[in-house]
């Protein structure tokens, strides 16, 4: 399960929690990258929940930084942005 709780307008906190563990992640997006990737279209929630759903198709939870900007993943993950815009 993926817990997206808004801190404020460019920080959210992230709660994964698969087979009774948790790793909680702090994560930021601007609005410039957030309306690069979706066009606005679906909420900053939903992308970074669709954000780590992808993360963790390639890597387990721990191995998922504890605080990070959402621009960050590309450089790891250079299909990222097009997994993404395909998904809205």
Excluded: A, C, W
């Amino acid at each position: 399960m993926i817990k997206v709780d808004k801190q404020d307008e460019n920080t959210f906190q992230v709660t994964v929690d698969e087979n009774g563990s948790q790793s909680t992640h702090t994560v930021t997006l601007e609005d410039k990258y957030y309306k690069k990737l979706t066009g606005g279209i679906i909420p900053k929630e939903e992308l970074i929940k669709k954000s780590f759903e992808f993360l963790l198709e390639r890597e387990s939870k721990e191995s998922i930084m504890s605080k990070f900007d959402l621009t960050v993943i590309s450089k790891f993950f250079p299909e990222y942005e097009s997994f993404i815009s395909m998904q809205h």
